[in-house]
């Protein structure tokens, strides 16, 4: 099982930045992918950022390209967002995403944050 505890969100005006945190822990195999995805009011979750394991495999929505990345710490199994020149539309619920292995002899789970709120306004 992997517990995801995520942090850093907040309000912050539009042109700013933030940095989201996730932290996986738990009793599992290894992890696969680690990610972000987000929620707006009134929308269904969409896709923001993955990365794989090793740091490679790095997928980015082409609505935060150029301004969001995803640094990613193997070792302490950790994986941020960085979030630059943020807009209005980028206010959501963001939620950490990991495909992990709980046994070496299991298919790949998904597993979720508890998610954070993200709020651009001036």
């Known amino acids: 099982q992997v517990h995801l505890v995520e942090s850093g969100g907040g309000l912050v005006q539009p042109g700013g930045s933030l940095r989201l945190s996730c932290a996986a822990s738990g009793s599992y195999f290894s992890i696969n992918t680690m990610g972000w995805f987000r929620q707006a009011p009134g929308k269904e979750r969409e896709f923001v950022a993955r990365i794989a394991n090793g740091g490679g495999g790095i997928h980015i929505a082409n609505s935060v390209k150029g301004r969001f990345t995803i640094p990613r710490d193997n070792a302490e199994n950790t994986v941020d967002l960085q979030m630059n020149s943020l807009k209005p539309e980028d206010t959501a619920v963001y939620y950490c995403?990991?495909?992990?292995?709980?046994?070496?002899?299991?298919?790949?789970?998904?597993?979720w944050g508890q998610g954070t709120q993200v709020t651009v306004s001036s």
């Open positions: 995403n990991v495909l992990a292995y709980p046994t070496i002899t299991s298919g790949p789970h998904e597993y």
